[in-house]
């Protein structure tokens, strides 16, 4: 019996995973991860969901995991496995983000909408985030080559508004003001998603770039895109304009990685 249960117990250790690893991340941002591993397949999970992976030789391995901005702060379970069984158990460490928060008082026709335009608003808000989950062929990495444009950033990521005394939906991108007409570039290949003028975003486009990372450019004067269409990294998408709910020329630019809402500049030339 004794026997029996010493080798029971090396059987454990032997599956049980190497030392964690602790990565720190801040809410919206993506974490690059690391892992050396001399299997031939990897998978990495976090929030219940598997997140891409690129074997970088030497049996060296990265992962990138968004953090959407509104995930609780605190730790979190990172699995590595091999089919499934898991060879690694790490930990993400989410810190609290300071985001920007303001207050405004408007007419009350202006902080509601009537039953039309809020059927509108419903519908186009539907089509968009369907391109959310849609398989895009991926890109060999998570990376963006600079930004859609150049200019001041007048809105922040993650900025939270207060209309009446109400909370309104945290600002999931980044605006950034330039001229009406400024050309913008995809910063990263993909395909067209969508294409449509909506209520609140104005002339809209959406790239699915794979790995489950989508982009939104919004407010744009005119496009340069048809739905279905492949665009190379900084191929012109269109011009920035004031188009929808907006109070001057910008362009408001957002990601999703797996549903998460990422702060774009926290992807802009990671690693």
């Given at each position: 019996m004794k026997t029996k249960?010493?080798?029971?117990?090396?059987?454990?250790?032997?599956?049980?995973?190497?030392?964690?690893?602790?990565?720190?991340?801040?809410?919206?941002?993506?974490a690059s991860i690391e892992m050396d591993y001399a299997g031939d397949t990897l998978s990495l999970t976090c929030f219940g969901k598997k997140w891409p992976l690129k074997a970088k030789g030497n049996n060296h391995w990265q992962g990138w995991i968004g953090v959407d901005l509104k995930t609780k702060a605190g730790k979190h379970n990172v699995l590595w496995r091999s089919g499934k069984t898991v060879v690694a158990e790490d930990f993400l460490n989410v810190t609290k983000g300071e985001f920007r928060i303001s207050h405004i008082t408007v007419a009350k026709k202006m902080a509601e909408f009537d039953k039309p335009t809020l059927e509108r608003y419903y519908r186009e808000v539907k089509v968009l985030k369907a391109t959310y989950t849609k398989q895009v062929s991926a890109n060999p990495d998570i990376i963006m080559f600079g930004k859609p444009i150049e200019g001041i950033e007048s809105t922040p990521f993650g900025a939270q508004r207060y209309v009446n005394g109400k909370p309104k939906s945290p600002h999931s991108g980044i605006d950034i003001a330039a001229p009406a007409g400024t050309v913008i570039e995809a910063p990263l290949a993909g395909r067209i998603l969508m294409v449509a003028d909506m209520y609140l975003n104005g002339k809209t486009v959406a790239i699915g770039h794979g790995n489950g990372l989508v982009s939104v450019f919004s407010h744009m004067q005119s496009t340069a895109v048809k739905q279905g269409e492949w665009v190379k990294t900084r191929q012109k998408i269109g011009e920035v304009g004031t188009t929808g709910r907006s109070t001057g020329p910008h362009l408001h630019w957002g990601i999703r990685f797996n549903n998460a809402r990422i702060n774009p500049e926290s992807i802009v030339n990671v690693q």
């Open positions: 249960l010493t080798l029971l117990l090396c059987a454990m250790l032997w599956l049980m995973p190497a030392n964690a690893s602790e990565w720190t991340v801040i809410q919206g941002n993506v």
